[in-house]
């Protein structure tokens, strides 16, 4: 039996029990109960302004516009992370019943922001599907090459997109966008806690192979967005807005939990390899807080507040 089948199959039991706690924590909602039909109007023959928003009074300028579009395509590429995922975890029993119950509650998050974003005509709705059909087509997404480091990666892109959601939210100015944006960063924060603390019972299994795992994906971390039309673009206005950047990423995402919750920086039994990753995950940790550190001095000097 290879490594990757013997981990699976040691952390049955563990998966299980998440599911079971995942399931007793989550909430049933509808995104029609989020979306403010009453806002709506005709879009047919008629070009999208700014200006045409309604927004419940806010006016929200191009760092959140940009937001809110990476938030949504990134949840419109839902088949090819449920493909990833169901043949990185598998499909049979407790595992694929956590990845269809996984892919079913994240659905619910692009037909809410959708809603939103028509109704409200915060976007141009021709620019954006154009940037879908683009997306979707192109089917570009992280890989991680194993279960270790799906893993991983999973546990910190599901922290980010809670936090780049939630941030959104806050800085759209409008309670009911804000209301949106909220709930579908309470589930993300759900899926965070699974992977998470599923990571955590795969330390106890192979500390080893989870120690390169965090090192290869902290080194090589990009959100799910990347392969959205002029991505660079839009995370240069997020991250001047301070919805999501490189100091977020570390201090709440990094931090809390490689070293809070993973103490990787305190984990004994490993073997050679794995305390060579340790000791250069470690560098790169340090070589990443003097960058946030950077990028936090900036934006207060700038008078932004940011995510922080």
Known sequence: MTVEATLLRELDADVERLLERHLERTKEWFPHEYVPYERGREHRDEA?????????????????RSSLIVNLLTEDNLPYYFRTVEATLGRDGAWG?????????EGRHSMA????????????PVSLERDRMAQVTLGSIPEPPSVCDALVYLSLQELATRIAHRATGAMIGDPVGHEVMSRVAAD???HHLFYRDLAAAAFEVAPNEMMSAVLRQVSTFEMPGFGIRDFAAHARRIASAGIYDLAVHHKQILVPVVIHQWAVDKMSGLSEVGNKAREALMVRLEKSARVADRLVQRRGAAGIAGAL
Do not use: C, K, P
């Open 188 to 190: 993300e924060n759900l």
């Open 48 to 64: 999208w302004s700014a200006e045409d928003a309604d927004l419940g009074g806010a006016t929200i300028d191009d760092a959140v």
């Open 113 to 124: 922001i959708y809603g939103y974003l028509m109704t409200t005509r915060a976007v141009d």
């Open 97 to 105: 019943e956590w990845v269809r119950r996984w892919t079913a509650e």
